[in-house]
């Protein structure tokens, strides 16, 4: 959780996980209903401008100033602008109410700090929004793959739903699948995926 780390990873050319946005993110999309989204942890920006481009006001929440400024670019490119907010999550306190969808693709926080995060997800969330989340589980560890090797930080979907409560589990599954991200997500992965909507 250094963002030196993370800026020094994005304080390049490429982009270190893609332009394109994340498979489950390009396919459930869809579920998402018309409105503001909130982008968790969005480095780079390729799935808030995704979804920027599909319509929705997009804030992108990151603690890397140089994810955040590509973020802005790769929007640019686009013809979409995006909100980009600098701050860390254990701190960041979304509005009640603001959102359409909740994003968080590979956000792998510390246990306590990712519990403070899911904690507040469904009361960011207007009624029929959706939270979308893939993250990897611990198997992914062996497969070395990609993803942090704490597996404190890693998740499975029965802690998922001890974590967030007040929303209905639409899509909930822990998958092995092929990912290819950039170079530091590619191969054979075991992750969780995740599609809930607040009632």
């Given amino acids: 959780m250094n963002p030196s780390f ?27 209903p018309p409105g503001p989204v909130l982008c968790l942890a969005e480095g780079e920006g390729r799935n808030a401008v995704f979804l920027a481009v599909r319509g929705h006001a997009v804030t992108a929440v990151d603690f890397s100033r140089e994810g955040l400024r590509k973020a802005e670019a790769l929007a640019r490119e686009h013809g979409v602008t995006i909100e980009t907010i600098h701050a860390d999550l254990a701190l960041f306190e979304p509005t009640a109410g603001a959102y359409s969808g909740v994003i968080a693709i590979w956000a792998h926080l510390p246990r306590e700090i990712r519990q403070r ?15 979308l989340l893939e993250a ?10 990609g993803g942090p090797k704490d597996p404190s930080m890693l998740m499975t979907l029965e802690g998922l739903r001890e974590e967030l409560g007040g929303l209905h589990i639409e899509i909930g599954r822990e998958v092995r699948r092929e990912i290819h991200e950039g170079p530091f997500h590619e191969g054979p992965s075991a992750t969780v995926q995740l599609a809930a909507r607040r009632l």
Avoid: C, K
């Fill in 136 to 145: 990897y589980t611990p198997d992914q560890i062996a497969l070395a793959t």
């Fill in 6 to 32: 993370w800026d020094e990873r994005y304080g390049t050319a490429d982009y270190a996980y893609g332009r394109e946005p994340n498979d489950f993110v390009h396919a459930e999309a869809e579920r998402i």
């Fill in 117 to 131: 995060v899911h904690g507040w997800v469904a009361r960011s969330l207007r009624p029929g929004g959706v939270f």
